[in-house]
């Protein structure tokens, strides 16, 4: 959520910045200036009208000591609670409205940020080799499939479309890769989170998902009460929530989480041909990088994310490229964002396996999370996040730029401690 402070003295530099992410925001923002001219007027006269009440109050036992009629005082002070009463409401209807439209607004861009979509987006810099093969190499639909490593039509089976099962030497690839992140987190002082796979709506609120994006997640019907619940999309939905509705101490920051989970997302639309077996599902598995941390450690955040998640693309082995988003590419909760895109043979180009995104205090002022200084000042906190990675695109770069002449694929030096083999042949 923005800040309603900044909008009203900075109403056409808001309108401008959110222009550039694709946003034309002059209605809501003239709207939001107008519910909150009409809330203050409310107050104004709410705190008059209960100051009349006191001051009614106080005539009745003087009145009574005189022996007066106070049938015309109780007949006023009815009027005037009515009145109060009315305004309470009136009050609370303005800001139900003034809070959805600023839940509507999407996030600032920083000004440094190109205007448009992907056809501005920056690539920063590039990282290995494009792997060269002297002979036909395999998709890693067909190279998956003829090693045993994922069972497509199985999935298919039990799920429908969308979904896979990893079997023998595939699924202990998967878990060794998630091991490695881990491992790596874990090593750089990360406190490791496993939270809930099903959330209460207010988390999609506060990481910015909700109410915009609702549509797009499973939920979930509780058959006990009416309170909506839905899978978590990623691990940010429910890390971004940790703190909601906490005054921290500035000793806290920064806290550095990192948390294991599958994700689940509708993925509503076709696929396109290049997009077949795992590049694209509605489950995955992901480990997420995420920070709270005071306004000043901000950017020097981002830049640890995005270079650990470098680095651990780069410990696989991969050519792969760093790219700065344009403003209408990033997501409506972040402020920026950078990819690391790596590159998949049978795709002729790159695809995202991690995005490291700074929020700045977007998702702490919608989850109200603030740190409390040591000099007294209370501020909101700032929160970002970055894949660490997701491997649903990982393992078919891996088995498509690893693979030999006779279909088997090589095992990144980093991951051998844990499969115990240099080769995977047949499954094995």
Known sequence: MLDIKYIKENPEEVIARLAVKGKDAREDIERILALDAQRRALIVEGETLKAEQNKTNKLIPQMKREGKDTAPIFAQLKALGDRAKALGDQLKEVEVQLTGVMLGLPNLPDPDLKAGGKENN?????????????FEPKNHVDLCTSLGLIDYDR???LSGSGFWIYRGMGARLEWAL????????LADGYELILPPHMLE???????????????????????????MRYMLPTAEAALASLYRNELLTEADFPKKLVSYTPCFRREAGSYRSDERGMVRGHQFNKVEMFQYT????????????????????????????????????????????????????????YKEVSSVSNARDYQ???????????????????????????????LPALVEQNQTADGSVIVPEVLRKYLGVDVIKNGK
């Open 122 to 134: 920056e690539p920063l810099r590039y990282w290995g080799e494009k792997r060269v093969f002297d």
């Open 364 to 394: 702490a002022r919608r989850g109200n999370i603030r740190v409390k200084r040591e000099n007294g000042k209370t501020e909101f906190v700032h929160t970002l996040n970055g894949s660490g990675l997701a491997t649903s695109r990982i």
């Open 155 to 157: 999935g298919t089976k």
């Open 294 to 349: 005071l306004p000043e450690q901000s950017d020097a955040a981002f830049e640890e994310l995005v270079t650990k998640a470098e680095a651990l693309v780069g410990g696989l082995g991969f050519h792969f490229r760093t790219v700065k988003l344009a403003a209408e590419d990033c997501s409506a909760s972040m402020a920026r964002t950078y990819d690391i895109e790596i590159n998949i043979p049978s795709m002729n180009g």
């Open 201 to 227: 709506y207010e988390c999609g609120v506060t990481a910015g998902q909700f109410p915009k994006f609702a549509d797009e997640v499973y939920k979930i019907e509780n058959p006990t009460d009416n309170r």
């Open 178 to 185: 998630l091991n490695y992140f881990i491992d790596t987190h």
